[in-house]
């Protein structure tokens, strides 16, 4: 098969009959041998049935439904696995992501790129995404060592042979945009215009965005492990000088109070800056207990138009 088309699909019930049209009639100009997978990632309205009625009327979209909310990376990485294309691409199912721009994505990809990401020279996003997703990037590109462009995200269209190198990464802990970009080949980028959500807001809150943050950088990067010794190294030079502080001040009669900073000192900063620490070192070790259990990334309900269904 030439190309496939994944999309994961969270609160999209009355987007997705819009979604196959525009990708229909953005892929089909290019090739005739093509498959659509929409990926139902547990998602509370009735998308799963929606996208069952798209499947009995349109043999080129296939349907995959996860047996809980694993969430969008996880989501992505069944399509991934179930495509036959030798290239992917993929798309969120909330038309933010245009299928309009696939063609140029696609043809870029047959120069030779293992990696054809959409770089979004205008976003359609709010004033806190916009502001996260800086913070984030910049974050991360501390904490990892590598360069990111908070323009790039999941959107773009991938070779079957990066696809398969993906699929077969084993941890349990990912993110698409940074695990795939971490991974090497040839890759470029396409400018594209980001368009507004079709439908509803984004089910990324604060508490998702943070979530999602931490779970890349703890992911993809041993460096705060490298900055908690540093912190540990300051803490021990300032605790010291702030000794040599209180020795010089008991002599010369500045201190008013006797141990008043020092005690203060020690439970607040030391207190505050080992339970930090502490946390760091929790989040790894919670990673490592993910990762041991060995369970299944995704674990799939039913598929439909597949060779063998999953009923």
Request: charged letters at 20%; aromatic letters at 12%.
């Amino acid at each position: 098969m030439d190309f496939s088309i994944v999309s994961p699909v969270f609160h999209g019930e009355n987007m997705l009959d819009e979604l196959v049209r525009r990708i229909h009639a953005a892929v089909n100009p290019l090739t005739s041998d093509y498959e659509i997978l929409l990926v139902n990632d547990c998602s509370p309205d009735n998308s799963w049935e929606r996208i069952k009625a798209i499947c009995q009327e349109d043999k080129r979209v296939k349907g995959i439904n996860l047996s809980r909310n694993f969430g969008q990376p996880y989501a992505i990485t069944a399509g991934l696995t179930y495509a036959k294309g030798d290239y992917v691409a993929v798309i969120d199912c909330d038309l933010q992501n245009k299928p309009e721009d696939l063609p140029a994505m696609y043809r870029k990809a047959l120069e030779g790129y293992d990696i054809v990401s959409a770089r979004r020279v205008v976003r359609e996003d709010t004033f806190l995404k916009r502001m996260s997703s800086a913070v984030f990037h910049k974050t991360y590109d501390f904490l990892s060592g590598f360069h990111t462009d908070k323009a790039v995200a999941e959107f773009g269209v991938y070779s079957h042979k990066i696809i398969k190198v993906y699929c077969s990464i084993p941890e349990y802990s990912r993110s698409f945009v940074e695990m795939i970009h971490t991974l090497g080949f040839k890759k470029t980028t396409v400018d594209v215009t980001h368009d507004h959500r079709l439908e509803g807001e984004s089910s990324y809150n604060l508490y998702r965005l943070l979530k999602l943050s931490y779970n890349s950088i703890i992911s993809n990067s041993n460096r705060p492990l490298h900055i908690s010794v540093t912190l540990g190294m300051v803490m021990s030079a300032v605790s010291f000088l702030m000794a040599v502080y209180n020795i010089f001040a008991k002599f010369m009669g500045l201190n008013e109070v006797e141990g008043y900073t020092s005690t203060i000192f020690s439970i607040w900063f030391v207190g505050g800056l080992l339970l930090f620490m502490m946390g760091i070192l929790g989040l790894y070790i919670g990673k490592i207990f993910d990762q041991v259990k060995g369970r299944p990334v995704f674990i799939v309900q039913e598929t439909l138009n597949m060779d063998n269904d999953i009923k």
